[in-house]
């Protein structure tokens, strides 16, 4: 068997994809689950309908997206009870998302008996990051006791991106060195030698890093800290601002990227700094990843802004000529595959991402099929 169900479920959302190999044979979104006049009542109604409405028999497997798999879940797993309870409690990592995927796991497993339910993790592809890059310099004791290190986050994106990418190059994929850059209202950077994941932007949380659509990417800690004692926000405010409030929204009022290129295009000065911020910042992790791979084959943009904006992509790689990177103007606005000149040291590529594709290979994998 080969068909597998991707299910992404959100706190008031069901993404789903029915595939048999890589064929696609349904897919589609169910919104506003829970709310007044949404698509159903709750997760179970929303479950049911897709299996009144699809074919589900002959699954090998269900895959389900699961942000936060902590350090004990480093690989695609089967779910049973003590992997419920475990998943469970790392809601503390992913108070927003992990939540939702108990919900679609739970209900999954009372519709589909005997159809295995397998969690792939967002976490999982940047096990592979050695401790000098996951850990950081704080006291050992309470990281070891809390579980605070770098975990990373669009793991399956990274991993399908870096793979296409050596596809693209004709290259082994063991022996391609690649950056990726995820960039969507979430973003992320993740350096990859030869398929494993060595380094990436987001930390502990999927807050740190680049610039995202509401989240401010990287800070000084001593912000909150600030915050909190001189202009007495509370811990809980201070974090509904990094997470809900920055970014672009915080620093143009807009969180789509769309909206904000408009503005920049017309000259408004506070999406001109926007913009300016947001590509300076995927520049800096560009360079520093170049530092930490040594050698580097390709880089790599991949989610809707990046596989649609050839403005980001060609201002974020500006002045880079001299580190072997460059873009060619025609190629970029053409949005091909690959976007630098012939015989570029580094080949720019632009490889659109398939989650859902990657997490229906996962299911496939751990359940052997």
Known sequence: MTRVLVLNS????LRYRLFDGSDVLAKGLIQRIGEP????ADHGAALRRLMDELDLSGLAAVGHRVVHGGERFTASTV??????AAIEELIPLA???NPAALTGLRVARDLLPGVPQVAVFDTAFHATIPPEGALWAIDREVSRKWG???????GTSHAYVSRETARVLGRPVA?????????GNGASATAVRGGRSVATSMGLTPLPGLVMGTRSGDIDPSLIFHLHRVAGQSLDEIEEMLTRRSGLLGLTGDNDMRTVQERWAAGDPDATLAFEIYCRRIREYTGSYLAVLGRVDAITFTGGVGENSPEVREITMAG????????????????????????????????????????ASEARKAVGA
């Open 79 to 84: 779910v049973d009870d003590e992997v419920l």
């Open 148 to 154: 605070l290190r770098r975990y990373g986050f669009h």
């Open 95 to 97: 108070p927003l998302h």
């Open 10 to 13: 959100g706190s008031s959302s």
């Open 37 to 40: 006049g949404g698509d159903a």
């Open 175 to 183: 022996d391609t060195n690649v950056i990726t850059l995820h960039l």
């Open 320 to 359: 880079l000529e001299a580190l072997g990177i460059a873009v060619d103007p025609a190629r970029n606005r053409a949005n091909a595959s690959i976007i630098s000149p012939d015989g570029s040291p580094v080949t720019v590529c632009v490889v659109p991402t398939e989650e859902e594709l990657e997490i």
